[in-house]
């Protein structure tokens, strides 16, 4: 069975940056598009960004500042974040999936908390 676990979250600034990590077990491949979603505390989630073979896909609220990689030798999914805003506090999910259908996403990990305070 698929297991994803995600790291790397905490408590930040705004203008700060945090680097989130997912890895994964459990017969994945690198044949599969991988995503991260987020939640925000009385929201639904919110697509953030899809990573599938070489080709990498944002959110408009977070292009030109998060980072969405990979590395297959670790099968280790990665978000680097950038110039944060107290928007983007939300609990972070990996997911095994592609684009805004959420529905269609078959795998999920617990997910780590962002927060972005003064």
């Known amino acids: 069975e698929v297991q994803l676990v995600e790291s790397g979250g905490g408590a930040v600034q705004p203008g700060g940056s945090l680097r989130l990590s997912c890895v994964a077990s459990?017969?994945?491949?690198?044949?599969?598009?991988m995503s991260w979603v987020r939640q925000a505390p009385g929201k639904g989630p919110e697509w953030v960004s899809s990573?599938?073979?070489?080709?990498?896909y944002y959110a408009d609220s977070v292009k030109g500042r998060f980072s969405i990689s990979r590395d297959n030798a670790k099968n280790t999914l990665y978000l680097q974040m950038n110039s944060l805003k107290p928007e983007d506090t939300a609990l972070y999910y990996c997911?095994?999936?592609?684009?805004?259908?959420?529905?269609?996403?078959?795998?999920w990990g617990q997910g780590t908390q962002v927060t972005v305070s003064s």
């Open positions: 459990g017969g994945t491949g690198t044949i599969y598009a």
């Open positions: 990573i599938d073979r070489g080709s990498t």
């Open positions: 997911a095994r999936g592609l684009g805004t259908n959420l529905g269609e996403y078959n795998y």
